[in-house]
């Protein structure tokens, strides 16, 4: 695929319930173009749904400054920020004032890897970008990003070939107290690129 020259994925298509978009990104492809030009891509393999009208979970974010607002902004627009030293990437759902995100966990490279090398040194390879922090610093994505939305041509999102239901795993999502048990991240079955995080919950197979 001509990355470069791929229709992005509209702003709509993230206004809609974040479980069902979480799962409907498995397959599309993350297309960062660096200031000098060049192109990296990589293919999404694992996503989480955050949803805080429904979500215990979403308690944190009265802690976190911005946060709330942030979640409650236009749908399509990138939520970067920094959670444990560690950079994170959502992207925003639901329409605007409601509060929900996606959490992009891991990503297969497919294009520009040696330039994510640069940006991650790795000895090995799966561990470029098997990880939600991982493939944040591999694609070279920065609080420049935070708030813009997921069309701009520096860095967008563009569909995949549609993953069929029983290639997709569900489980619980990784690092939670409350809401352990929703069954809201999604991984591409047997994919090596997948993050090594453990379920909150055990709903391996929900």
Known sequence: M?????????????????VSVARALLGAAMVRVLPDSETLAARIVETEAYDCPRDPSCHVIARLPGAAAMMAGPPGRVYYHVAYDQPLLNIICRPEGVQASILI??????????????????????????????LVTALHLGPEQRGQPIDRADFYLVPGEPVEDNAVTTTARVGLRRGADLPWRFLLTGSPWVSAGKPSAALNGV
């Not at 990355?3 to 994925?9: K, T, V």
């Not at 990503?107 to 990880?131: C, I, Q, W």
């Open 2 to 18: 001509d990355f470069g020259h791929a229709r992005a994925l509209p702003l709509t298509f993230f206004a809609g319930d974040p």
């Open 105 to 134: 966990r891991a990503a297969e490279p497919l294009l520009g890897e040696d330039r994510m090398r640069e940006h991650r040194p790795v000895k090995r390879r799966v561990d470029l970008s098997n990880g939600p922090a991982k």
